[in-house]
């Protein structure tokens, strides 16, 4: 499965962006879909996850409250809403597909090219 990530941009702090990530190919509805970022000098973290069918989704301490992810099967799309952003989550976000419900990077096959997200203070 091929993704594109979209939507990033710069926000003031306390704003919201949404962030989506078209995939194509006939199996998106038996992934689990991922949102990762990367901030400039750190890692790659998890941020969030969402089942098969979106009925289950798991988030990472520093997003939970205030990111929701969310995906149309009929559309091969998985969003990301943020709000109440904060110049920490400053990042190049990116989405990505897993045969398992898993937050290790490791565990995902395929990934997007990556959408920047700028929140500043």
């Known amino acids: 499965v091929q993704l594109q990530a979209f939507g990033g941009g710069l926000v003031q702090a306390g704003g919201s962006l949404r962030l989506s990530c078209a995939a194509s190919?006939?199996?998106?509805?038996?992934?689990?879909m991922g949102w990762f970022r990367q901030a400039p000098g750190k890692e790659r973290e998890f941020v969030a996850y969402?089942?098969?069918?979106?009925?289950?989704?798991y988030y990472a301490d520093s997003v939970k409250g205030r990111f929701t992810i969310s995906r149309d099967n009929g559309k091969k799309t998985v969003y990301l809403q943020m709000n109440g952003l904060k110049p920490e989550d400053t990042a190049v976000y990116y989405c990505?597909?897993?045969?398992?419900?898993?937050?290790?990077?490791?565990?995902?096959?395929?990934w997007g090219q990556g959408t920047q997200v700028t929140v500043s203070s």
């Open positions: 969402i089942n098969w069918n979106g009925g289950s989704t």
């Open positions: 990505a597909a897993s045969r398992v419900l898993i937050t290790a990077i490791y565990g995902y096959d395929f």
């Open positions: 190919g006939r199996t998106f509805s038996s992934y689990v």
